[in-house]
């Protein structure tokens, strides 16, 4: 299309930014699924990346932001706009404080946290993808989320490069601001720790690996929990009641209750799997397409909303669908 050869010109002549026409989306999501970006600019340098989202607004186009792809669900329509990612990943550790790229794998900032003998982060080792994507889901696991490490963050609002303090971030479970602001783009934070021995913050992080691998296997393509957990004091007193205690932790349910009651477990439609032995994990067994697995999504949500009378809502974020809260 004209708009695109004319986008592809202007991106193309930005320094350090890497530019791909129909870029097929399915190799840069975990789930291996989704169909072309019309463009896909890849950076490392933040003035690169700031100015592609400028010129890319100036052009009118759709614009979508993308880290390591782990929580995504791409239409296998692909994306009529540009894909841009930011692969900047420095980290710099100033006393008890880590100041990273949004680009950071953020394994990489658990392992470096962890060598320096900084507390805080051993229990999200695991999670995959890239820092970014963790602040703007406000990622977390075993109890503990990004959230309590964070100090600050910088971030393009479509204008400028603005700093965000915790508070402003309005993190709260698996939400955040920048949820809320799709149009926002975070480009690096700054990381508060405690200090702890290496060994013991190692020793904790290895336990947690071994157990995730064991329930995510490196090779699965998924998106870890297709819903979000349910918090107790959002769920009307009936459904509360129905729930054994043993259910409940932290003051959630495990959406994998609700669709458990529902037989879900072991579902399959196409390629596309739920796990025989956890019900909020979907995966893609092969060939599977976005059809199959957005179909396999709706099925579980309506299963337990028949059931229960309640919405089960998504973790996952949805590109290419012109029908859901999809950013572009
Ligand atoms: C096997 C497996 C296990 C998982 N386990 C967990 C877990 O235990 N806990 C947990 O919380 N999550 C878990 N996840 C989900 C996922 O890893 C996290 O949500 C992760 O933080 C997403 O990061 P990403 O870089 O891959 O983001 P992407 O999937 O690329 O993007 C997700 C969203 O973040 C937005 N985004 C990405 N980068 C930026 C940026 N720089 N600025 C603004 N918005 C941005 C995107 O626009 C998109 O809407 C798991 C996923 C998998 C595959």
Redesign the pocket.
């Known amino acids: 299309m004209p708009v695109f050869s004319a986008a592809l010109r202007r991106l193309a002549a930005i320094p350090e930014l890497s530019v791909r026409e129909n870029a097929p989306l399915s190799e840069f999501t975990?789930f291996g699924i989704g169909g072309p970006a019309a463009l896909l600019g890849d950076t490392n340098s933040e003035p690169a990346f700031i100015e592609a989202m400028g010129a890319v607004q100036d052009m009118g186009l759709r614009r979508?932001?993308?880290?390591?792809?782990?929580?995504?669900v791409v239409a296998d329509s692909g994306f009529e706009g540009v894909v841009l990612r930011?692969t900047g990943s420095k980290i710099t550790r100033i006393g008890n404080t880590l100041h990273a790229e949004?680009g950071a794998v953020?394994q990489d900032v658990v392992d470096q946290s962890i060598a320096f003998g900084l507390k805080g982060m051993q229990t999200m080792t695991g999670?995959?993808?890239?820092l970014?994507?963790?602040i703007?889901?406000n990622?977390?696991?075993y109890g503990h989320s990004i959230q309590e490490r964070v100090r600050q963050v910088q971030f393009f609002d479509g204008e400028q490069t603005v700093c965000f303090d915790n508070e402003a971030c309005q993190f709260r479970y698996?939400e955040s601001a920048?949820k809320q602001h799709?149009e926002?783009?975070?480009l690096s934070c700054e990381l508060e720790f405690e200090s702890g021995p290496p060994e013991e913050l190692a020793k904790t992080a290895d336990e947690i690996r071994a157990i995730r691998d064991a329930k995510?296997p490196p090779a699965?393509k998924?998106?870890?929990?297709i819903f979000k957990n349910l918090l107790i004091v959002n769920l009307p007193a009936p459904v509360v009641t129905r729930i054994p205690a043993k259910a409940i932790r932290e003051g959630k349910v495990a959406s994998a209750w609700f669709l458990e009651q529902t037989g879900a477990r072991g579902m399959r439609r196409g390629d596309i799997q739920v796990a025989p032995y956890h019900a909020n994990l979907v995966y893609n067994d092969g060939a599977g397409t976005s059809a199959d697995l957005v179909a396999v999504i709706e099925e579980l949500k309506h299963r337990v909303y028949d059931r229960f009378g309640i919405e089960l809502e998504e973790e996952v974020?949805y590109v290419g669908f012109d029908y859901v809260t999809a950013?572009a």
């Not at 979508?64 to 995504?72: C, K, Q, S």
């Not at 999670?127 to 890239?130: A, E, M, N, T």
């Open positions: 975990r979508m932001v993308i880290g390591g792809g782990t929580n995504l930011y949004a953020l999670i995959p993808g890239y970014g994507g963790a703007y889901g990622a977390g696991a698996r920048f799709k926002w783009v975070i995510y699965m998924c998106a870890g929990s974020q950013p």
